[in-house]
C-alpha cells in the first residue's frame, strides 16, 4: 500500500505439575529477584490445545515467563502479585499486516498538505493505541522514510511506548506498480527509490533494506486497491524476479511477505518460495492447493472495507479506488471461508492503517462469520502468527517466552467481540494498561 493513504507446553507442564515433578516446580525454587511478579486470573487459554486452565499462576521474572501452575503453588515472600479474578488470560495479540506511519482520514492527495515527518510523528500514537488495543507486536510491512525502523529502535531502546514491532521498511517491486508512486505526472519524477524491474534488481534491495533496518522484505507481486493505475488482479512482478527476492533473503535469514491480491501473482508468489500472502482476495483453488504445498500463511484482511466504504470519500479516498475496494471486498471473504475450509494456513493481518489504528480487534468477529471457531481465530493472531514469524519469544504463555500477556472480563472463545476492548494489557512484565471495572 503506497505511504501517503525453550519452550513447554501449558498443558504439558500442568499434567507434569499434577503428578508431582515439574519444569515449574524446579523454577519455582530459584530465588526471586526485584523483577519478578506473579498473575493469577479465573482462567487461561492454552493457544496450542485450545483447552482453558483454571486458576493459573503465572510467573515473570525480569519480563519473561518462568513457569505456568495452578494458583496456589508456592512462591517467594514479597514477590509482587496481579490477581485478574473473573478474567481470561491470553497471550498478547499478534498483527501480522499494519502501517504505522499511515493515517486514514488522508487518503488521495490529501496527504500532501503536511511535511514528510508528519508521518513519522503519527506513527508514535499508532503504536501506542495498537499497544493500547492488546496487540503486543505487530509486523509493519512497508513504511516510508525508515519511519518503522526509527520507530521500532524507540520504543526497543524504552522511549516510547508501543508494541515489539516486525520491520520491513520500504515495500518494493516492479516500476508502475502498486509499491512505486503512481499518483504524479511524470514533470513530478515521483518514484520509489526501492524499484526492482530485473531480477537481479530485487536481490540489491533485499540487501539494501536489510542493511539499513529492514526484518522482513515486502513486495508487490500483484496491482492493488489504493495505488493509482493498477488492477488488483494484475500481476507485476515475474516468478523470476520474485524467486530471486525470496532467495537473496532466505539467504540473509528474512521472511518474505507478498502484496498479491491477483490469482497468478498469488501462485507464482508461492512457487518462488515466498513465506506470507497478504491479501489473497482472488485466490482460486490452485492457489489454496499451492498454498498448503509449500506452507505459505495467508494473511486476509476482511474487516476494513467497512470502514473504507463508510469513510474513504470523505478522507479523500479517489472514486476509482473505493471502486476496487468494492469489487474486491465480498469476493476476498468468500475467499477466506474456502481458504480456510481447505485447511491453508492462515495468520491474523488487518491492513491498519487503511482503518484506524486501535481498531485491529475488530477483525475477530469477522474471520468468525465467515468460517473460524472464535479459538481459531484467537490461534491466527497468537501461535499461528509466531510460527509465521519464525519466533519462539510471543504468541504463546509460556517458559522462556516474553510476558506479553492480555486479559479481558469473560471468555473469547464464546464470545470473540470480548477481544476488541482489552482492559487489561502486559508487554514485556509490565503492565501498560489496567482498565478494569473497579
Same mark, same amino acid.
Given at each position: 500500500?503506497?505511504?501517503?493513504?525453550? /519452550?513447554?507446553? *501449558?498443558?504439558?507442564?500442568? *499434567?507434569?505439575?499434577?503428578?508431582?515433578?515439574?519444569?515449574?516446580?524446579?523454577?519455582?525454587?530459584?530465588?526471586?529477584?526485584?523483577?519478578?511478579?506473579?498473575?493469577?486470573?479465573?482462567? &487461561? !487459554?492454552?493457544?496450542?490445545?485450545?483447552?482453558?486452565?483454571?486458576?493459573?499462576?503465572?510467573?515473570?521474572? +525480569?519480563?519473561?515467563?518462568?513457569?505456568?501452575?495452578?494458583?496456589?503453588?508456592?512462591?517467594?515472600?514479597?514477590?509482587?502479585?496481579?490477581?485478574?479474578?473473573?478474567?481470561?488470560? &491470553?497471550?498478547?495479540?499478534?498483527?501480522?499486516?499494519?502501517?504505522?506511519?499511515?493515517?486514514?482520514?488522508?487518503?488521495?492527495?490529501?496527504?500532501?498538505?503536511?511535511?514528510? =515527518?508528519?508521518? %513519522?510523528?503519527?506513527?508514535?500514537?499508532?503504536?501506542? =493505541?495498537? !499497544?493500547?488495543?492488546?496487540?503486543?507486536?505487530?509486523?509493519?510491512?512497508? %513504511?516510508?522514510?525508515?519511519?518503522?525502523?526509527?520507530?521500532?529502535?524507540?520504543?526497543?531502546?524504552?522511549?516510547?511506548?508501543?508494541?515489539?514491532?516486525?520491520?520491513?521498511?520500504?515495500?518494493?517491486?516492479?516500476?508502475?506498480?502498486?509499491?512505486?508512486?503512481?499518483?504524479?505526472?511524470?514533470?513530478?519524477?515521483?518514484?520509489?527509490?526501492?524499484?526492482?524491474?530485473?531480477?537481479?534488481?530485487?536481490?540489491?534491495?533485499?540487501?539494501?533494506?536489510?542493511?539499513?533496518?529492514?526484518?522482513?522484505?515486502?513486495?508487490?507481486?500483484?496491482?492493488?486497491?489504493?495505488?493509482?493505475?493498477?488492477?488488483?488482479?494484475?500481476?507485476?512482478? /515475474?516468478?523470476?524476479?520474485?524467486?530471486?527476492?525470496?532467495?537473496?533473503?532466505?539467504?540473509?535469514?528474512?521472511?518474505?511477505?507478498?502484496?498479491?491480491?491477483?490469482?497468478?501473482?498469488?501462485?507464482?508468489?508461492?512457487?518462488?518460495?515466498?513465506?506470507?500472502?497478504?491479501?489473497?482476495? &482472488?485466490?482460486?483453488?490452485?492457489?489454496? $492447493? &499451492?498454498?498448503?504445498?509449500?506452507?505459505?500463511? *495467508?494473511?486476509?484482511?476482511?474487516?476494513?472495507?467497512?470502514?473504507?466504504?463508510?469513510?474513504?470519500?470523505?478522507?479523500?479516498?479517489?472514486?476509482?479506488?473505493? $471502486?476496487?475496494?468494492?469489487?474486491?471486498?465480498?469476493?476476498?471473504?468468500?475467499?477466506?471461508? $474456502?481458504?480456510?475450509?481447505?485447511?491453508?494456513?492462515?495468520?491474523?493481518?488487518?491492513?491498519?492503517?487503511?482503518?484506524?489504528?486501535?481498531?485491529?480487534?475488530?477483525?475477530?468477529?469477522?474471520?468468525? $462469520?465467515?468460517?473460524?471457531?472464535?479459538?481459531?481465530?484467537?490461534?491466527?493472531?497468537?501461535?499461528?502468527?509466531?510460527?509465521?514469524?519464525?519466533?519462539?519469544?510471543?504468541?504463546?504463555?509460556?517458559?522462556?517466552?516474553?510476558?506479553?500477556?492480555?486479559?479481558?472480563?469473560?471468555?473469547?472463545?464464546?464470545?470473540?467481540? !470480548?477481544?476488541?476492548?482489552?482492559?487489561?494489557?502486559?508487554?514485556?512484565? +509490565?503492565?501498560?494498561?489496567?482498565?478494569?471495572?473497579?
Amino acid at each position: 500500500m503506497p505511504r501517503k493513504h525453550l /519452550s513447554l507446553s *501449558l498443558t504439558a507442564i500442568l *499434567l507434569a505439575a499434577s503428578a508431582g515433578v515439574t519444569q515449574a516446580q524446579t523454577l519455582a525454587d530459584v530465588p526471586a529477584t526485584q523483577g519478578e511478579m506473579v498473575i493469577t486470573a479465573q482462567r &487461561l !487459554l492454552d493457544v496450542r490445545t485450545g483447552r482453558m486452565i483454571d486458576q493459573p499462576q503465572v510467573r515473570v521474572r +525480569d519480563g519473561r515467563i518462568v513457569e505456568v501452575a495452578r494458583a496456589g503453588a508456592a512462591v517467594p515472600e514479597g514477590v509482587r502479585r496481579i490477581d485478574l479474578p473473573g478474567m481470561t488470560l &491470553l497471550p498478547g495479540l499478534i498483527d501480522m499486516h499494519v502501517h504505522l506511519d499511515v493515517e486514514p482520514t488522508y487518503g488521495g492527495y490529501t496527504g500532501l498538505q503536511f511535511n514528510d =515527518r508528519f508521518w %513519522s510523528m503519527l506513527s508514535v500514537a499508532h503504536a501506542q =493505541r495498537t !499497544l493500547m488495543a492488546g496487540f503486543t507486536t505487530v509486523r509493519n510491512v512497508g %513504511s516510508d522514510a525508515w519511519n518503522d525502523v526509527g520507530l521500532r529502535q524507540a520504543i526497543d531502546e524504552g522511549k516510547l511506548s508501543g508494541p515489539r514491532i516486525v520491520t520491513a521498511a520500504y515495500s518494493f517491486g516492479a516500476t508502475g506498480g502498486h509499491c512505486d508512486s503512481t499518483f504524479f505526472p511524470p514533470s513530478m519524477n515521483q518514484r520509489s527509490p526501492f524499484n526492482a524491474d530485473t531480477p537481479e534488481e530485487g536481490r540489491k534491495r533485499v540487501r539494501e533494506l536489510r542493511k539499513y533496518g529492514a526484518q522482513v522484505i515486502k513486495i508487490c507481486a500483484t496491482g492493488g486497491v489504493f495505488s493509482r493505475n493498477t488492477e488488483p488482479g494484475q500481476q507485476q512482478m /515475474s516468478l523470476a524476479e520474485m524467486k530471486a527476492v525470496a532467495d537473496e533473503a532466505h539467504q540473509w535469514g528474512l521472511k518474505v511477505a507478498a502484496h498479491a491480491h491477483g490469482a497468478a501473482g498469488i501462485k507464482d508468489a508461492i512457487r518462488a518460495g515466498v513465506d506470507t500472502i497478504e491479501h489473497a482476495s &482472488l485466490i482460486d483453488d490452485e492457489g489454496i $492447493r &499451492l498454498a498448503r504445498q509449500h506452507g505459505a500463511w *495467508l494473511s486476509m484482511d476482511i474487516y476494513n472495507t467497512e470502514y473504507t466504504q463508510a469513510e474513504g470519500r470523505r478522507n479523500g479516498v479517489l472514486e476509482d479506488n473505493l $471502486r476496487k475496494d468494492r469489487e474486491v471486498a465480498d469476493i476476498q471473504r468468500e475467499n477466506f471461508r $474456502r481458504a480456510h475450509a481447505a485447511g491453508a494456513k492462515m495468520v491474523f493481518g488487518t491492513d491498519a492503517g487503511i482503518y484506524p489504528h486501535g481498531d485491529n480487534g475488530r477483525q475477530f468477529a469477522v474471520m468468525v $462469520r465467515y468460517g473460524m471457531t472464535p479459538l481459531q481465530a484467537i490461534q491466527a493472531a497468537t501461535l499461528n502468527a509466531s510460527q509465521a514469524l519464525a519466533r519462539e519469544d510471543v504468541g504463546v504463555i509460556e517458559a522462556n517466552r516474553w510476558a506479553d500477556l492480555i486479559a479481558v472480563a469473560g471468555d473469547p472463545t464464546r464470545d470473540v467481540a !470480548l477481544l476488541e476492548r482489552v482492559p487489561f494489557v502486559m508487554k514485556g512484565g +509490565d503492565v501498560v494498561k489496567d482498565e478494569r471495572a473497579r
